[in-house]
């Protein structure tokens, strides 16, 4: 097993000259307040400190979001070891998540996804988001703070038959981390190769997504528009990039992920304990509201 090496918080020292240890004793201070809360590490603090701007109010309450949804969404945070996971197995032979090797001009950093397999019956959403977070965990706890993120996702194999498969739970679970608790700088949200289905999509998707978000939003029929936001040279040959081919590419990310299975299954003991937590306790329902309320959504 490769040797598993995180980010230190001396060189985020380094990296973040506005990055000050008085701040981070000042949330180590108000984290010994939060029983519930898992132990944080200074390089993590680092981290939900950097996504925030340096502000500390709206960093604690990134930092509760963060390990609260990892507790009440299992589906996306739990059981994340691809050779004992038979559905994360068939989640990763099915699409690809990645950071690509190239930024954009401004230092971005890419995550790109695309299916691998077109078949709809082999998509199974939940399962493809957990390999998405890992992908972005590992990222996150390997290469620490970074100067902002693309997300852009390559629709060409995405059909009606996809959409079916989504639920608006489903979409509202991961919208709402990926506004509200995940600590990196977002800068963008691209869909590339857009076709019909994604209005279809983004009509579900659309009530879980704040101004901010839906300010980013770019669909993108073709690659010229694209190359304004991203460099396309970074992305995968299939994609209209040069970076190599798109299962080279792929098998490079997954057996970093496979590298680092013991630091997943350590992760998943860093959550939040309800029973300790200064107040009302959370649920998942606080959090999402109920299954069956969507139920007329879908009809729209």
């Known amino acids: 097993m490769a040797s598993i090496k995180l980010v230190s918080f001396e060189e985020e020292l380094k990296k973040n000259p506005e990055l000050k240890e008085a701040d981070i004793q000042m949330l180590k201070e108000w984290c010994k307040k939060q029983p519930h809360l898992p132990k944080i590490s200074d390089s993590e603090l680092a981290l939900f400190l950097h996504s925030n701007y340096y502000r500390l109010e709206p960093t604690k309450t990134t930092i509760d979001t963060f390990y609260t949804v990892r507790t009440h969404v299992p589906e ?31 230092g971005y950093k890419i995550i ?10 082999h998509f199974v959403y939940n399962d493809v988001m957990k390999f998405l977070n890992m992908v972005i965990d590992l990222c996150l706890y390997t290469e620490g703070t970074c100067e902002g993120y693309i997300m ?8 009606f038959g996809h959409v079916g498969r989504l639920s608006p739970m489903g979409l509202k679970k991961w919208l709402y981390y990926l506004q509200e608790g995940l600590p990196v700088r977002l800068k963008g949200f691209h869909f590339m190769n857009s076709s019909p289905v994604m209005d279809v999509i983004m009509n579900m998707m659309r009530p879980f997504m704040k101004k901010q978000l839906m300010d980013m939003l770019h669909m993108h029929t073709t690659s010229d528009t694209l190359e304004k936001f991203i460099p396309l040279e970074v992305l995968p040959n299939e994609s209209s990039g040069q970076a190599g081919s798109l299962q080279e590419l792929h098998d490079k990310q997954v057996k970093k992920l496979v590298d680092y299975v013991a630091w997943f299954q350590e992760e998943e003991d860093h959550r939040v304990n309800e029973a300790l937590r200064p107040g009302k306790p959370k649920t998942a329902t606080n959090l999402f509201g109920v299954e069956e309320s969507f139920k007329k959504l879908e009809i729209d």
């Open 152 to 159: 852009l996702f390559d629709v060409k194999n995405v059909s």
């Open 76 to 106: 996306f945070f739990c059981n994340r070891d691809p050779n004992n996971n038979k559905e994360l197995k068939k989640a990763i032979e099915t699409a690809t998540h990645q950071i690509l090797e190239g930024t954009t001009k401004k």
């Open 112 to 121: 790109y996804g695309r299916f691998l397999d077109s078949d709809p019956s």
